[in-house]
């Protein structure tokens, strides 16, 4: 893949901003769905909340027992079931179906206990009503006279007395004192029409306290079921969210060290690829500074480094001709200074072999005149022989002279073959001929 530098560092920056990115993303989206539980947890306590709220208008509803503080229960406990239906779906879910189903039915219970128990109230009401009238008829009896002996208004007063003390109180010792005066008093009068309204009111009124009581105690349950369901709820939330939270700390620690690490190391691996074709090519040039210019800069990236490395090999190519050409040149200079130099001996030679050989040829040039003169007085076989003898000395001398002068020349650089060779011969053919 033929990447760039700008592209390196393009990716070198790009990953960790990447890593980033989805790590911030992922941290939204968990912070969403943390927001959402946070939301779970809110509708857990808003519904404990609104149960709270009815059980506290029931405790002033069973206090007061009348329509207004009915009312309130009513509004509280609707309120609580439009909460429970308004619930959707996907957080019925999350919450819990079946805890909240549970506590639908539950609460469906308790409304319908509370009506059972607001018209047990009522008759309760009633009866309380029918109970005192008939008292207060019992009390006028007994204020008329017109009652048998053991019916005293004494008897009646705390009769009464007792029936106050259960009505007040409700427990079980008002209940036995007031039924045994109740049967002393059928044991005493039992033809009397008004003990007898008296005494079935009461009983009447036992059964309605009797039906309340029980009803009560079903409310009791409902109720408490209710706020069990709703704490359940309530504290499964709060731990969930705690545990989102614990779960959320771990895991952006988990991330925020990833990042520190993978972060710089991805920095780290593009800066080495950014810089290695660098560093490659500055050990080259180390080792081109010590002498060794055989090394080439690899080329394995596609990058500006390569055709910097594409450079630097033709250059090392062509200083590397460059100084093969210069060692060629420099050897063959070397061997036109040992042919300069063998030149010079040679031309030294010949200078005092032209030296030596112009003594001779000036004693014979000395002797030719007076051997001209002397050939007038030798007979004429003597005399073609001499001639032919100086014919040839004069050809060696000629012969000489050019060799020299070729010698010359040879040896101010204007010609390329020695001097020496061609004196030796010269000499030597002038030697064979005089041999002959």
Wanted: glycine residues 6%; charged residues 25%; aromatic residues 6%.
């Amino acid at each position: 893949m033929q990447l760039k530098i700008w592209h390196k560092m393009i990716i070198g920056i790009s990953i960790p901003v990447l890593l980033a990115l989805i790590g911030g993303l992922w941290a939204y989206g968990y912070i969403d769905d943390v927001k959402k539980r946070h939301g779970y947890v809110q509708i857990a306590a808003d519904l404990r909340e609104d149960i709270l709220e009815v059980r506290r208008n029931e405790k002033n509803y069973m206090h007061y027992k009348d329509a207004e503080h009915f009312r309130y229960l009513s509004v509280s406990i609707n309120t609580f079931i439009k909460a429970i239906n308004g619930i959707p779906p996907a957080t019925v879910a999350e919450i819990g179906k079946s805890d909240l189903m549970l506590l639908d039915s539950t609460s469906d219970g308790y409304t319908s206990i509370i009506r059972d128990l607001h018209d047990n109230f009522q008759l309760e009401m009633q009866s309380i009503e029918r109970v005192r009238r008939e008292g207060k008829k019992l009390e006028t009896l007994a204020a008329s006279g017109e009652h048998a002996a053991g019916l005293s208004s004494i008897f009646i007063l705390n009769l009464r007395r007792l029936e106050k003390n259960y009505m007040l109180f409700r427990d079980k010792d008002s209940l036995a004192k007031l039924d045994g005066a109740l049967s002393q008093m059928e044991m005493i009068v039992p033809s009397c029409n008004e003990c007898r309204s008296y005494i079935a009111a009461i009983r009447y009124l036992f059964v309605r306290y009797e039906e309340n009581d029980s009803i009560i105690s079903e409310l009791q349950v409902a109720g408490n079921t209710l706020e069990d369901i709703t704490d359940r709820i309530a504290l499964r939330e709060r731990q969930y969210i705690d545990t989102f939270f614990s779960k959320t700390q771990r895991l952006m620690l988990v991330a925020l060290i990833l990042l520190c690490t993978l972060g710089p190391l991805f920095v780290y691996r593009t800066a080495t690829n950014i810089v290695a074709p660098i560093i490659r090519l500055t050990e080259i040039t180390k080792k081109i500074a010590e002498g060794d210019s055989s090394v080439r800069a690899p080329i394995k990236e596609h990058d500006e480094t390569y055709t910097l490395a594409l450079s630097f090999n033709t250059m090392l190519d062509h200083l590397q001709l460059s100084h093969k050409s210069l060692e060629k040149s420099m050897a063959l200079l070397r061997e036109k200074q040992e042919e300069v130099e063998k030149c010079a001996s040679v031309g030294l030679l010949v200078s005092g072999v032209a030296h030596e050989m112009n003594d001779p040829l000036n004693n014979i040039s000395l002797t030719a005149g007076p051997l001209r003169l002397a050939q007038e007085q030798i007979p004429s076989g003597i005399e073609s022989e001499i001639e032919k003898r100086n014919d040839f000395s004069l050809r060696v001398g000629v012969e000489i002279d050019q060799e020299i002068t070729a010698t010359d020349n040879v040896h101010f650089g204007k010609g390329r073959v020695g001097a020496g060779p061609c004196v030796v011969r010269c000499v030597g053919r002038w030697c064979s001929s005089y041999m002959l």
